[in-house]
């Protein structure tokens, strides 16, 4: 009689490769593991590409006006152009309105969606500033590279100046953006409340006999000893002038220490605005 059971039959014949599976069970997915985290380079070469198509419009259209200023130059006789450091001023304010470009669609109450990605709200901030401040750097330098033409077709020539003053246009564009981006990240109409400061400013001067203190403080914070011309140009007033010296002449020192409060006040509120955008 034959008393073998089903169930010694079954593991007669079960597959060796089958032994074992169902006792040990696979290891849980982490939420890290099912979405890693990018590394920081990562996210900057993706906002690096994103920045440059959200300002791909607005590019274009400056390209096509400097062509039209270039042709005008060109064509008219006897007009000669001198390449100075002053020429990148005009550049370096425009900095301000590159972040109202960077972050156009995407005002404080349409942020929400940062937080479902997988950095930090505050980072992503952070590294769309970063590469906003790249392109700028590389748009300042075509501007230069664009008057520096312009100044060789005319028959015009290289100013001769320090060669630290070249590099002011380029730290006055880094503050303008700086502190362009974050007022862009805290307010829904940033060119709102550059205009109204801008309104301001002409109102205080213009009526500065009864708003003398007021007056002095605005045009002390913007061209003052250390104001913020100083950033951009690295010229200052002397206090004492002797006969014949020039009204403003170029100051290293008090370029150097100029840019440094304005870059530590431009980059904290970057920063603050960054990390302190609204949950939803």
Known sequence: MNTTTAEATASTFALPENVGLA???PPPLEGR???PVPGWMDVLREQFSSVALAMKREAMVVAGFLGLFTAFVVLQPGGDLTLTPSAGIAAAL???LV???IWKGEDPARRGYHHSMPVDHGAHAVARGAAGLAWTMAGVAAFFAWVGLLSALTGGHVADVEPWQWLAPFAGAVVTYLLGSALTLVSARPWKWLGLGAIGFFFVNAFRWSARPLADAVNSLLSG???LS???TG????EFRHPGEPHISPDLGAWLTATFLWMALALTLFLWASYRQPER
């Open 230 to 232: 100083t950033v951009l």
């Open 33 to 35: 593991a099912m979405n």
């Open 225 to 227: 000893y250390y104001g």
């Open 235 to 238: 010229l200052v007033r002397p």
């Open 23 to 25: 006792t040990v069970p």
């Open 94 to 96: 425009a900095a301000v």
């Open 99 to 101: 972040p109202m470009v």
